[in-house]
């Protein structure tokens, strides 16, 4: 026992001069921490900030997906309602900026959607028509083979 | 039987008043119709009842449906009308994403049932 438990009688005084330090820290540390805690408790980001995020993010992703020329009105609608938010969270209506980053964010994706759909649309009816053409191609080359083969037969 | 007839008179006045207090109570009890909800609703059946949407844009579909759903929990419990409007405006829009998300994937599948043809 006495070897585990080895104190030397100096260790005890060095111990009792730093016992106000260590109640002072872990006192504040507690005090600040706890008054800290509820204002992130559950959230990662407030709810203002990410629909900014997510709003610019979907306004991106739709200007990649040519939206500015399938879908300019959705777009530019987009566009307004990240402006207005901004606008709005500069003059501290923090609830009407987050529903109009939420509605910015709305309008990006339609314009995408639509501008997606345009695209894929369009490669269809190219397929299609391409397809049609050498169709009508190969019929006309079989017609044209038969009328030149007709004639032999006759003979 | 003059007084019975009376006593049966008196008693039909009170059930019928009886009758329209409870209807009256009934009508005003229940939950405040909101219009811009209906408006939210019936986006979300009209593309709910499109099969083309409810096979290719399931996705698009569920974020419609639990839009409204909020849309209708917020007027419920907190009766904010800035917040249901806007909650109606999101559903109806994305109605249209799921829309526009089931015209693109008829378009795809076209696209991959034509180039077996070429």
Redesign the interface.
């Known amino acids: 026992m006495s070897r585990i438990f080895y104190i030397k009688p100096g260790m005890i005084r060095r111990a009792k001069r730093h016992l106000p330090c260590c109640v002072t820290f872990s006192g504040s540390f507690l005090f600040f921490g706890c008054s800290i805690l509820p204002l992130n408790w559950g959230h990662t980001a407030p709810p203002t900030v990410e629909a900014f995020s997510k709003a610019e993010l979907s306004l991106r992703t739709a200007a990649e997906a040519r939206a500015d020329e399938l879908a300019p009105m959705e777009l530019q609608r987009a566009k307004e309602k990240l402006e207005q938010a901004r606008r709005a969270m500069a003059s501290g209506k923090d609830a009407e900026a987050r529903r109009l980053a939420e509605a910015a964010d709305v309008e990006a994706e339609l314009a995408q959607a639509r501008a997606e759909a345009e695209i894929t649309r369009f490669a269809a009816d190219q397929l299609r028509l391409r397809g049609d053409a050498l169709r009508q191609e190969m019929e006309g080359a079989a017609r044209r083979r038969s009328a030149t083969e007709t004639p032999k037969s006759q003979w | 039987m003059v007084s019975s007839q009376s006593i049966l008179q008196k008693w039909n006045g009170r059930a019928t008043l009886l009758s329209l207090l409870a209807f009256l109570s009934a009508s005003c009890g229940g939950a405040v119709h909101n219009p811009t909800l209906e408006r939210a609703r019936s986006a979300y059946e009209r593309v709910r009842r499109d099969p083309a949407v409810v096979g290719r844009a399931a996705v ?1 579909l569920e974020k419609t449906r639990l839009t409204l759903e909020e849309a209708e929990r917020i007027w419920a419990t907190e009766n904010d009308a ?2 249901v409007e ?1 909650l109606v ?2 559903t109806e ?2 109605a ?2 799921a829309l ?2 089931a ?2 994937r008829i ?2 599948d ?2 991959q049932q ?2 077996p ?2």
Do not use: N
């Open positions: 698009a800035t917040e806007h405006y999101l829009k994305r249209e994403i526009a998300t015209r693109r378009a795809a076209e696209i034509l180039k043809q070429r």
